[in-house]
């Protein structure tokens, strides 16, 4: 069964700082692999789809890399503002029994501070 | 607007009640997936349907029921046999098996 899992849980830095944040997958029988961004109460916001022919993927101050034959991914955040204080959350589109479905990690809680 | 949308935005429940959970979407989307959080346990999958009138179950579907009888539309029943339903109900959608998952807002299902 596929797993997911995030390091770390929370994350707090002032703004202006870069930061990555962490997924790993325990099987690398992935299709594709996305992350979100979910405000307090809020639903899930689609930041990056990486296919897995792709090594990485850009969106404006995101950059998403995956390596599947390890089973990790990093988002990059460059120049992190308040408002991108977050929980963010990778999630594999699975293979073999999982084929169809999108597996979860439980998210890192970003802070941002002034 | 195109989106998915999802209604109540919060619902509360008797014990014993059957509840039902709407979720439409626009996209034109031929997937769509029920998914459960809890504080702590991230995201669960509750069943899934990867075209009209055929579903599957996923990780945690004991106690819930669904129906696809249309493209748009994929509503999830909470019935009296989930014994612990007080949760954070998202549904999503996706072009077709494995590409880009979206989001709706969500439905906060409470327990009274």
């Known amino acids: 069964k596929q797993e997911v899992t995030q390091i770390p849980a929370a994350l707090s830095v002032p703004e202006g700082e870069n930061l990555v944040l962490n997924c790993s997958f325990t099987d690398s029988a992935i299709y594709n692999l996305q992350w979100f961004r979910q405000d307090p109460g809020k639903g899930l916001t689609s930041l990056l789809l990486?296919?897995?022919?792709?090594r990485e993927q850009t969106s404006g101050r995101l950059n998403a890399s995956l390596d599947k034959s390890s089973g990790r991914s990093t988002l990059y955040i460059a120049a992190s503002q308040p408002g991108d204080s977050a929980t963010y959350l990778c999630a594999v589109w699975g293979g073999g029994t999982s084929y169809g479905k999108l597996t979860f990690g439980q998210g890192t809680i970003l802070t941002v501070h002034p | 607007d195109g989106g998915i949308t999802q209604s109540p935005k919060y619902l509360f429940r008797k014990e014993g009640q059957n509840v039902t959970l709407s979720c439409e979407q626009n996209?034109?989307?031929?997937?769509m997936y029920w998914y459960r959080q809890d504080p702590g346990q991230g995201l669960r999958l509750i069943y899934y349907s990867q075209i009209v009138n055929d579903f599957q179950k996923g990780d945690i579907a004991e106690g819930y029921s669904v129906s696809r009888e249309k493209k748009e539309s994929f509503p999830l029943t909470v019935t009296s046999a989930q014994k612990n339903p007080t949760a954070f109900y998202l549904c999503a959608s996706s072009a077709g098996i494995n590409t880009e998952a979206f989001f709706g807002q969500g439905t906060r299902l409470t327990v009274v």
């Open positions: 990486i296919q897995s022919s792709q």
């Open positions: 996209l034109n989307h031929d997937a």
